[in-house]
């Protein structure tokens, strides 16, 4: 077995994803921060959340909003809903695991809230009832979603905005997901703060 051969074809293999991700998903993205800029400019907040890697993001987004990204700026509101381990134990515990995601959404979410929700698969049962939760507040899905959005997709809206990565590999999908994120953030920051280079 030739590793480093392994090693460099994870590269090559990423390099492809990403390019056509970079055909195919401007205007997906373009959409999901226009929503998120309309979001907080009427005092707003984001919510973020997903499983293992997903769960990352989303505490990477709202640590990138809260703090900053490239440039100094305000923080502005956002809250990964991965974070508090109490809380998620307690709703697991008493409820069941897929709700520890719409206990916090149906707690904290507001009609013109945004919902981040990172999965994948699109599939993950938790975060598919955070959507349906997030739907009963009145508030818009960005979904970060792959191979074909999975269940996801399925409960998405009209206002919803779903940025699927095209690939059926978890690794490559993730990878992607971390590039839309900071390419949402700039875009927040542009159109908020302006067009200042970083």
Known sequence: MDLTSRITQHFLDSIAVKERSAGELPHSIQNAGAVMVESLLNGRKILCCGNGGSAGDAQHFSAELLNRFERER?????????TDSSTI?????DYDYDEIFAKQVLALGQQGDVLLAIST????????????AAHERDMIVVALTGRDGGRMAANLGAKDVEVRVPSERTARIQEVHLVVIHCLCDFIDTAIFGGEDA
């Open 74 to 82: 305000p923080g502005m509101p956002a809250i990964a809903l991965t």
């Open 89 to 93: 134990t307690a709703i697991a515990n």
């Open 121 to 132: 698969s699109g599939n993950s049962g938790n975060v598919v009832q955070a959507i349906r």
